[in-house]
């Protein structure tokens, strides 16, 4: 049974509510997540890929759910060349988040969190600007449970920030709008391989990617940015890739959703309140990556939440964004430049740059590389490639 008062009140149970959620119980102090599906991890709105740097911090590697293990990224022009840049080692994963997100919720609740599905948070309770705790709807009834902290952890379309009066508003341009198949019989896809179609014919103001998952499966999707969305919609850019290249695929899963690739909020913690992963805009504005930005937002915020209850100092909430600018948020800013860059280059100028990488001996091709030769003409970017990748 719910209690009626917790320390730590976590409203979604996506990766960045259980690893804030963890990092703040395995501080001793009393936490509770609250999640309005039926289940942790389900329904899954995502690519699922993830570098193996983002995964390591906060779980074991386990094949159980590792749907790929990567080792090679493919860039393809827009006229259809396609230069690889490979890994001497695994790199990264696609994952099966249905069982990922499962299992960071199991560590959250061994850390000993409190998880409960199907509790749909409606509001807040409010004593002035101060949150003291959530409002919601639960096995038929309209509850409210107070709590000494709320971690908005409720995904791109957050609400718990609003109520607790934080501008949660972002540029239209900024939200990627996605749209996604998990396809079956799907041919020469290598499986240690994310490929990443570049181009106004595949994704304008995004890109066109098909992730392995073994088994002739993938994620195959697109996103485009909000302004394109306006013009012609995900979907029918996706109908037309999949006619291309995956004319014999059969289509088993199928999503929709947004991607806030825009920086991170201005203020993402108030009296009594902290919002972590997408409701804080925390993903890599860039490659629209929130699982691993996401669960180092929650680590932060849960280091942070369980300090300030064991010292009884709630005004240590206030680092928070210091904090998570140091760890995660200040590359972010160099992203955003760099998405700015890599998003207004011409087609053209998309087949010139896979031409000249291929050039370079497959030995020697980096990501870094990849960014200096497409970004070549704007010299004042280079030096944040220089600060993110190894060129
Ligand atoms: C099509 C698509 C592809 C993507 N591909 C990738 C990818 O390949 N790699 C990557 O890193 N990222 C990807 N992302 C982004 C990634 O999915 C998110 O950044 C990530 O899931 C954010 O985690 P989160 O914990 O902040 O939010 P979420 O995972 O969205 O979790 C939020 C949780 O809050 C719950 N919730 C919401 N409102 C309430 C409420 N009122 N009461 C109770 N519970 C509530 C929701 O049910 C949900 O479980 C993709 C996104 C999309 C849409």
Same mark, same amino acid.
């Given at each position: 049974?719910?209690?009626?008062?917790?320390?730590?009140?976590?409203?979604?149970?996506?990766?960045?509510?259980?690893?804030?959620?963890?990092?703040?119980?395995?501080?001793?102090?009393?936490?509770?997540?609250?999640?309005?599906?039926?289940?942790?991890?389900?329904?899954?709105?995502?690519?699922?890929?993830?570098?193996?740097?983002?995964?390591?911090?906060?779980?074991?590697?386990?094949?159980?759910?590792?749907?790929?293990?990567?080792?090679?990224?493919?860039?393809?022009?827009?006229?259809?060349?396609?230069?690889?840049?490979?890994?001497?080692?695994?790199?990264?994963?696609?994952?099966?988040?249905?069982?990922?997100?499962?299992?960071?919720?199991?560590?959250?609740?061994?850390?000993?969190?409190?998880?409960?599905?199907?509790?749909?948070?409606?509001?807040?309770?409010?004593?002035?600007?101060?949150?003291?705790?959530?409002?919601?709807?639960?096995?038929?009834?309209?509850?409210?449970?107070?709590?000494?902290?709320?971690?908005?952890?409720?995904?791109?379309?957050?609400?718990?920030?609003?109520?607790?009066?934080?501008?949660?508003?972002?540029?239209?341009?900024?939200?990627?709008?996605?749209?996604?198949?998990?396809?079956?019989?799907?041919?020469?896809?290598?499986?240690?391989?994310?490929?990443?179609?570049?181009?106004?014919?595949?994704?304008?103001?995004?890109?066109?990617?098909?992730?392995?998952?073994?088994?002739?499966?993938?994620? %195959? &999707?697109? =996103?485009?940015? #909000? !302004?394109?969305?306006?013009?012609?919609? *995900?979907?029918?850019?996706?109908?037309? /890739?999949?006619?291309?290249?995956?004319?014999?695929?059969?289509?088993?899963?199928?999503?929709?959703?947004?991607?806030?690739?825009?920086?991170?909020?201005?203020?993402?913690?108030?009296?009594?309140?902290?919002?972590?992963?997408?409701?804080?805009?925390?993903?890599?504005?860039?490659?629209?990556?929130? %699982? &691993?930005? =996401?669960?180092? #937002? !929650?680590?932060?915020?849960?280091?942070? *939440?369980?300090?300030?209850?064991?010292? /009884?100092?709630?005004?240590?909430?206030?680092?928070?964004?210091?904090?998570?600018?140091?760890?995660?948020?200040?590359?972010?800013?160099?992203?955003?430049?760099?998405?700015?860059?890599?998003?207004?280059?011409?087609?053209?100028?998309?087949?010139?740059?896979?031409?000249?990488?291929?050039?370079?001996?497959?030995?020697?091709?980096?990501? #870094?590389?990849?960014?200096?030769?497409?970004? *070549?003409?704007?010299?004042?970017?280079?030096?944040?490639?220089?600060?993110?990748?190894?060129?």
């Amino acid at each position: 049974m719910l209690k009626s008062q917790y320390d730590i009140i976590v409203v979604g149970a996506g990766p960045a509510g259980t690893v804030a959620a963890r990092f703040a119980a395995m501080q001793g102090v009393d936490v509770l997540v609250l999640e309005k599906d039926r289940d942790v991890g389900y329904p899954v709105r995502c690519a699922e890929a993830i570098s193996k740097r983002n995964v390591v911090p906060f779980i074991e590697p386990n094949d159980k759910w590792i749907a790929a293990k990567i080792n090679k990224y493919a860039f393809v022009s827009p006229n259809g060349e396609e230069v690889v840049i490979e890994f001497d080692e695994v790199n990264g994963y696609v994952l099966e988040r249905r069982i990922f997100d499962y299992e960071l919720g199991r560590l959250a609740s061994e850390a000993g969190a409190k998880i409960q599905t199907r509790v749909y948070v409606n509001g807040l309770i409010l004593e002035g600007e101060k949150v003291c705790g959530v409002k919601a709807e639960f096995q038929g009834k309209q509850i409210e449970i107070r709590s000494k902290i709320v971690i908005g952890a409720d995904g791109v379309e957050s609400r718990v920030g609003r109520w607790a009066g934080i501008k949660t508003h972002i540029d239209y341009r900024d939200m990627e709008s996605c749209f996604q198949v998990t396809a079956a019989n799907v041919d020469n896809v290598d499986p240690g391989t994310l490929y990443f179609y570049l181009g106004t014919n595949y994704a304008p103001g995004g890109y066109f990617w098909v992730f392995p998952k073994g088994d002739k499966l993938a994620n %195959i &999707g697109l =996103g485009i940015s #909000g !302004g394109d969305n306006k013009k012609r919609s *995900a979907l029918s850019f996706l109908n037309d /890739n999949m006619k291309k290249f995956f004319p014999n695929a059969s289509v088993l899963t199928q999503i929709a959703g947004g991607v806030p690739c825009a920086l991170t909020l201005e203020r993402i913690s108030g009296d009594g309140i902290m919002l972590v992963g997408d409701a804080a805009r925390q993903v890599n504005p860039l490659t629209g990556g929130g %699982i &691993g930005s =996401g669960m180092i #937002g !929650g680590r932060v915020a849960g280091e942070i *939440a369980g300090e300030a209850i064991r010292k /009884n100092n709630l005004q240590l909430l206030d680092n928070y964004h210091n904090a998570w600018m140091k760890e995660r948020g200040k590359s972010h800013l160099i992203f955003d430049k760099l998405k700015e860059g890599i998003f207004n280059i011409s087609d053209d100028e998309f087949n010139d740059i896979i031409k000249k990488l291929k050039k370079i001996p497959k030995e020697k091709r980096t990501l #870094g590389k990849f960014f200096v030769t497409a970004l *070549a003409k704007k010299p004042s970017l280079i030096v944040d490639v220089a600060k993110v990748y190894v060129v």
